[in-house]
Nanobody, 126 residues
């Protein structure tokens, strides 16, 4: 069974940077992969998505000036570079993937993705 595994979370001070990474337990035919985050007591929010073969990216407007999604197809890894982190960025960050080619309008929805990781905690403090 496919399992996505995130890494790279941790504690960082305001203004700092982190790079999250996501890989899979076994390869699967990927069309889109994405990052979501869930802050305490909040719903899971879309951060960014990437079309695996073409590399086209989609961002939530809230993050596109500070976060960058990328992938290494040969290593089968997804990345999220996060810069200028603020306390509001404190959340569990989840990697998601789908083996179905979706319309771009759908990549922001959690229901688009059938594969999820367990999340990695990011904590931003003073």
């Amino acid at each position: 069974q496919v399992q996505l595994v995130e890494s790279g979370g941790g504690s960082v001070q305001i203004g700092g940077s982190l790079r999250l990474s996501c890989t899979t337990s076994i390869p699967f035919n990927t069309y889109h992969r994405a990052w979501f985050r869930q802050r305490p007591g909040k719903e899971r929010d879309f951060v960014a998505a990437i079309h695996w073969s073409g590399g086209d990216t989609t961002y939530s407007a809230s993050f596109e000036d500070r976060f960058t999604i990328s992938r290494d197809s040969t290593e089968n890894r997804l990345y999220l570079q996060m810069n200028k982190l603020a306390p509001d960025d404190t959340a569990v960050y989840y990697c998601a993937g789908t083996g179905v080619d979706r319309r771009i309008a759908l990549v922001r929805r959690t229901s688009t993705y059938e594969y999820w990781g367990r999340g990695t905690q990011v904590t931003v403090s003073l």
